[in-house]
């Protein structure tokens, strides 16, 4: 009978090899734009959270509590920072971002709050919705009219993701640039950069990139180029 093969060495651990990286939270898949389940457990607690925090700075509207600017700045601030979230052990805690002189009319909605960033003398009308599973950065000196709506999540582009609470989404930044100014009613759809100095009419629904110096009007918003010097 043939002499029985050595066993080769066993080949020794690489002294470069590191513990498998744990899997991404479907919040981490939110924040880096990829698609994500956003009814998993953190998800909707952060949401709750968050939507409790709105309620209460709402709730300062009361004709029979009379409360001082300070402390509504303060309630917002608070929304921004997200004050309730919990950072698990390795996590990169996220935080928004307030500047000085804003004004922030009531009802506001925001699903999140820490996906929000908000330059300095930024008005804000009443019923504005920020739904910020994608970041939403608006630029100093901006005024956002009331019932306007900014959505991060991608409209889906297949029949397959459209599984109600089991199906995926994609967020999106919406980025509104320096001395904007958009009116009533208007809705910024995600993935949309609006440049400084335009003009977006009210009612308008933008699904596009609006350069700067521009006028949008429309559904969807056509841009028009203008010449603030004429």
Same mark, same amino acid.
């Given at each position: 009978m043939a002499p029985m093969a050595a066993a080769p060495p066993a080949s020794s651990p690489s002294r470069c090899s590191h513990p498998p990286w744990p899997p991404k939270?479907? %919040?981490?898949?939110?924040? +880096?734009? =990829?698609? @994500?389940?956003?009814?998993?457990?953190?998800?909707?607690? =952060?949401?709750?959270?968050?939507?409790?925090?709105? &309620?209460?700075? #709402?709730?300062?509207? #009361?004709?029979?509590?009379? *409360?001082? +600017?300070? =402390? /509504?700045?303060?309630? @917002?601030?608070?929304?921004?920072?997200?004050?309730?979230?919990?950072?698990?052990?390795? =996590?990169?805690? !996220?935080?928004?971002? $307030?500047?000085?002189?804003?004004?922030?009319?009531?009802? @506001?909605?925001?699903? &999140?709050? &820490?996906?929000?960033?908000?330059?300095?003398?930024?008005?804000?009308?009443?019923?504005?919705? $920020? @739904?910020?599973?994608? /970041? *939403?950065?608006?630029? /100093?000196?901006? %005024?956002?009219?009331?019932? !306007?709506? *900014?959505?991060? $999540? %991608?409209?889906?582009c297949d029949i397959n993701t459209l599984k109600r609470s089991k199906g995926t989404e994609i967020a999106r930044e919406v980025y509104i640039g320096e001395n904007v100014y958009i009116g009533d009613g208007c809705i910024i759809e995600a993935g949309v950069r609006i440049g400084n100095n335009a003009i977006v009419r009210a009612g308008s629904v933008v699904v596009r990139d609006i350069p700067a110096d521009c006028v949008a009007l429309g559904n969807a918003a056509e841009v028009r180029q203008v010449n603030w010097k004429d």
């Open positions: 939270s479907e %919040k981490d898949k939110m924040l +880096a734009g =990829e698609p @994500f389940l956003p009814y998993t457990d953190q998800l909707v607690d =952060e949401r709750t959270l968050c939507s409790g925090a709105v &309620y209460h700075f #709402n709730s300062l509207s #009361n004709a029979a509590v009379q *409360i001082a +600017a300070s =402390e /509504r700045e303060r309630q @917002f601030k608070y929304i921004i920072a997200a004050g309730w979230i919990y950072s698990r052990p390795g =996590e990169h805690r !996220v935080t928004g971002h $307030l500047g000085g002189g804003i004004n922030v009319a009531i009802p @506001f909605h925001c699903d &999140y709050g &820490y996906h929000i960033s908000i330059g300095d003398n930024v008005v804000i009308g009443p019923n504005s919705q $920020l @739904f910020d599973s994608g /970041r *939403i950065a608006i630029g /100093r000196n901006t %005024k956002i009219g009331a019932r !306007v709506t *900014i959505s991060t $999540l %991608k409209a889906p």
